[in-house]
């Protein structure tokens, strides 16, 4: 069996990190409740990070707050921005949980899809779509499912449509900040107008670049005012997160994360080589498309032969077969990837690359050659 579903990596979190946990597991002196929006401590040492790493300045304007996990902060952001019949803008492909979100608190979903780059969402469309109603736009770049993050100049044509708006709220998921592996880092939109600050949530986490996700750390920062709010919801729900993971996290230096994920970052880039070359090999280059970041790539099925030959025959009521195609994949080849349907786009798999190198290579071969026989 082949696994490439995972949307964490598959490496233990750094040793000072669990030398840490196990510390405050033996010396902690309280199992209670921690700060409803987090310890001090802690979120200090987010928010140094993140202005160092974005070069912004947010302490006299903005507010952080840990949560359990960065779904929970995204959560807990929307329920308390989005009122019934609120507008939110998804780029599509999006990330799967995210139209759950946004239906909690019965806000109406509106799709902006791709350009003529793929995954890069189309800035015409998006202006075109923004009305009155019109209340947050959910930006995830680097992004899932795509594996791309986007580019200085699309950062700089966004900032420019929301300096038209500045009553439309942002909510920037940046939990794959550190996961670029082209040699260089993403840049936002706030970068270029540091005003559009008012306007932004940033939403990080540990999950990710620490490769913890079980423990269930997230964090935001964004204005005061609805950080306030934010806080005394997620009061109500969680109490607070985790305060074992808190302690260890207060004081650990967060710029060291670069060379713990270097042996992981070159895993990426390998792989991402490799299907490459795997994919030009069977004339399928078309395919392809630059991926730079997160874990995935996002596989076309209906310019497979596979597709082409068979779609019929899976159902010729569906017009997405990218479930009934990775459901066959796996019957026949024990190798696993993810239907679309749930990212907001038909008759594509996202495929996870977090494998080592060798045994990727393998399942790559696979499903290709399933898919082109």
Known sequence: MFNLTAGQLPCFPPDAFIEDLFKVAKETKSFQYSPVKGTEELRKNF???LEQTRGINIKDTHDSLVGNGGKA???NIISSIVDPGDEVILFAPYWISYPHMVG?????LIMVGSGRQKFVPDLQQLEEKIT????VIILNS???PSGIYLSDEWMKEFAVILKKHPNILVISDEIYYELAYDGKKPKYYYQFDKSLLAQTF???GISKSLACTGLRIGWCVGPKEYISA??????HIASGANSLTQEALKNYNLFNTENFLKPMLDTLRENAGILKSELYQRNLGHIWYEINSAFYFMLNLKELPYFKKNSCSCSCSLTDQSFEMCKKL????GVVIVPSSDFGIDNHARISMVLPAAKFQVAVAKILDFFTR
């Open 47 to 49: 928010t140094n990070y």
């Open 73 to 75: 902060v995204l959560t």
């Open 104 to 108: 909690l608190c019965e806000g109406k």
């Open 132 to 135: 009155r109603k019109t209340k």
């Open 142 to 144: 680097p992004s899932n």
């Open 202 to 204: 940033i939403v990080h």
């Open 230 to 235: 934010i806080g005394r919801l997620q009061g």
């Open 330 to 333: 796996m019957e026949e080849t």
